[in-house]
């Protein structure tokens, strides 16, 4: 069943390539050929169908009926244009027509993603990082400032960077900071909203998100878990896998032309393309040489540590000194920013409830909370017990494939 299912779906695409390039004929006839393929497909058992396509979406034959009716429409448009020889004028489109209809969902999709996730983080936010920073500050700022300069294809500019490493050390957090540092729009996508599309509509959503971020430059695109839409081909991989590597290569390619072209005319007509992955070595050797640099992003280091314990605890009543903060950053090893975040949340609460007889503060009233002032006692009562997320024996993989192919600032 999922041949049939593609096959209409190639014969879709082919019908509405052919009617983008008005040859009307040729058009008509494979849409023909795309509705029969869809006819038969609807026919089938609606359970079997679920099964073989490996979906549980109920409303998936309503769907696929919809799409046929747009096909239809379109198809009695150009038959009507062919009957009537003598009209110089393009068959009209329909407002469902198939070749618009889905665009503009999908740019309502992404006009409603733009921003959502940015949180207003700034530069200041972020403990550490330090070289990180000026990269991604001197992608977005060299070009601008000398749009002559790399305007020549011979001068590289970063218009991809890929950002790895364990999870939880604030890959997400520097593509936020960055879009806010410089008014950028910020839109973040999983390789999950990727993913979950139908099939042959995953080349569609990618070609329609490049062609929005370019509408909408200067723009930062992010996405996320990026290695799980560019993992290492092999011969076992489906072929709508490779589709989708296949149909993001080449639009990478297309948005460093269309930068390039831009830098020479406006100087605001970039998009940053930043990818995040917790498990570079399984991206494509493709797709890995597409993005020009390839930054680690570790765990933090003891200074890292002891800064980001000390601003966590900024608005919160401690009596900590230097060398308390400097006792846990020393019994935080390996643990990332996610970690710490929680561990400071932990002796926070460790704490009232010390201070508030170890009752439920379920059972406490506003009023009659105790707000304790923390102490290095609390925070080594915690510590005790916590355990890092992060597996020792990954970061090695992070250390080799950084001599392979990454760069650690």
């Not at 799409?67 to 009957?83: F, P």
């Not at 999709?109 to 991604?136: A, M, P, T």
């Not at 959503?205 to 430059?217: D, E, G, P, T, V």
């Not at 643990?335 to 926070?348: A, P, Q, R, S």
Request: proline share 3%; charged share 25%.
């Amino acid at each position: 069943m999922k041949k049939e299912v593609e096959k209409a779906i190639e014969l879709t695409k082919e019908a509405i390539d052919l009617d983008n390039r008005k040859e009307y004929k040729r058009s008509l006839d494979m849409y023909i050929r795309a509705l029969q393929q869809w006819s038969m497909i609807c026919k089938c058992n609606f359970l079997d169908l679920l099964f073989f396509l490996g979906e549980t979406d109920t409303n998936l034959r309503d769907k696929y009926f919809n799409k046929m009716k747009q096909y239809l429409e379109r198809a009695e448009n150009i038959k009507s244009y062919l009957n009537t020889t003598s009209s110089n004028q393009v068959p009209a489109k329909h407002k469902s027509d198939p070749t618009t209809t889905h665009d503009n969902e999908y740019f309502n999709e992404f006009e409603s993603l733009i921003n959502k996730n940015s949180n207003e983080i700034q530069w200041d936010d972020i403990v550490g990082h330090d070289g990180v920073k000026i990269i991604l500050k001197e992608s977005i700022l060299l070009p601008m400032k000398f749009p002559k300069l790399f305007s020549n294809k011979n001068i590289i500019n970063y218009n991809c960077i890929l950002l790895y490493g364990p999870p939880g050390t604030g890959k997400t957090y520097l593509a936020n900071a960055l879009s806010n540092e410089f008014k950028y729009h910020f839109l973040s996508i999983s390789s999950s909203n990727i993913l979950s599309k139908y099939y042959g509509e995953s080349e569609r959503y990618i070609r329609n998100l490049f062609n929005f971020c370019i509408l909408k430059s200067p723009c930062v695109l992010f996405i996320d878990e990026i290695d799980s839409i560019c993992n290492t081909r092999n011969v076992n991989q489906h072929e709508a896998t490779n589709r989708i590597k296949t149909e993001f290569m080449i639009q990478i390619n297309r948005k460093i032309t269309v930068n390039n072209v831009k830098l020479g005319l406006n100087n605001e007509g970039n998009v940053l393309l930043l990818g995040s992955t917790n498990l570079p070595w399984l991206l494509d050797n493709a797709i890995i040489r597409r993005f020009e640099k390839r930054i680690y992003i570790p765990l933090p280091n003891q200074n890292n540590r002891f800064d980001l314990i000390k601003k966590l605890l900024t608005n919160v009543k401690h009596t900590l000194t230097d060398s308390d903060f400097l006792y846990m950053a020393e019994n935080t090893n390996n643990f990332n920013c996610y970690d710490i975040n929680i561990l400071v949340k932990e002796i926070v609460l460790y704490a009232l409830k010390k201070y508030n007889n170890n009752e439920s503060l379920l059972n406490i009233s506003e009023n009659d909370l105790i707000i304790p002032s923390i102490n290095i006692e609390d925070a080594m009562e915690v510590l005790k017990d916590f355990r890092p997320s992060v597996v020792v024996d990954d970061i090695k993989l992070y250390e080799q494939w950084t001599q392979q192919h990454g760069t650690q600032l």
